[in-house]
């Protein structure tokens, strides 16, 4: 299985950041799949998890959050509204089973910056 | 600051074997699977250890991990060269919800 990742790495303060995540080699179903993003000298900190039907949840001190999937394409999406600097991290996506992440995307590094 | 502190550095010698620790609390590492990953620098992340004690398939037997209470560790023996390279942990946490990390753990080998 591989999660590849993409996304605009330079945005804007109060631009929204878009990134997808395919999954190729294994099937969709079965698993649910999270976003995490570590900042420059931080931990890495969760950002939510959405499953192929689409169910969802968040970080709640994460606001302006949205995961959609596309389960026709393998792929799952996050959205975040109106970014600021401490939005600035590498931005994993990742596949869990129930009570472990086993698989990671590349990580994709976002910067904003006016 | 880390949900699950861990020490930021460690270091050992080829052939030496090194720990690392994972601190966490009931809502996490008392009561979920801790989780160990390797990782480095522009790669994804690579799963070590998972539900505490098991081992992926192709990962050595070098790797080892044990939880006692509210605390987790990895245990690296016959380090090698190849070995140096981050390494946090994870747990889920009934609190959040969610997934919680360790802040990672960069080790050396000397």
């Known amino acids: 299985v591989q999660l590849q990742q993409w996304g605009a790495g330079m945005l804007k303060p109060s631009e929204t950041l878009s990134l997808t995540c395919a999954v190729y080699g294994e099937p969709f179903s079965g698993w649910s799949y999270n976003w995490m993003r570590q900042a420059p000298g931080k931990g890495l900190e969760w950002i939510g998890e959405i499953n192929p039907s689409g169910s969802t949840r968040y970080n709640p001190s994460l606001k302006s959050v949205t995961m959609s999937v596309d389960t026709t394409k393998s792929q799952f999406s996050l959205r975040l509204t109106s970014v600021s600097a401490a939005d600035t991290a590498v931005y994993y996506c990742a596949r869990a089973e129930y009570s472990y992440i086993d698989e990671w995307g590349q990580g994709t590094l976002v910067i904003v910056s006016s | 600051q880390s949900v699950l502190p861990q020490p930021p550095s460690a270091s050992g010698t080829p052939g030496q074997r090194v720990t690392i620790s994972c601190s966490g609390s009931?809502?996490?590492?008392?009561?979920?699977?801790v989780n160990w990953y390797q990782h480095l620098p522009g790669t994804a992340p690579k799963l070590l250890i998972y539900d505490n004690i098991q081992r992926p398939s192709g990962v050595p037997d070098r790797f080892s991990g044990s939880k006692s209470g509210n605390s987790a560790s990895l245990a690296i023996s016959g380090l090698q060269s190849e070995d140096e390279a981050d390494y946090f942990c994870a747990s889920w946490d009934d609190s959040l919800n969610g997934w919680v990390f360790g802040g990672g753990t960069k080790l050396t080998v000397l």
């Open positions: 009931g809502s996490n590492v008392g009561t979920n699977s």
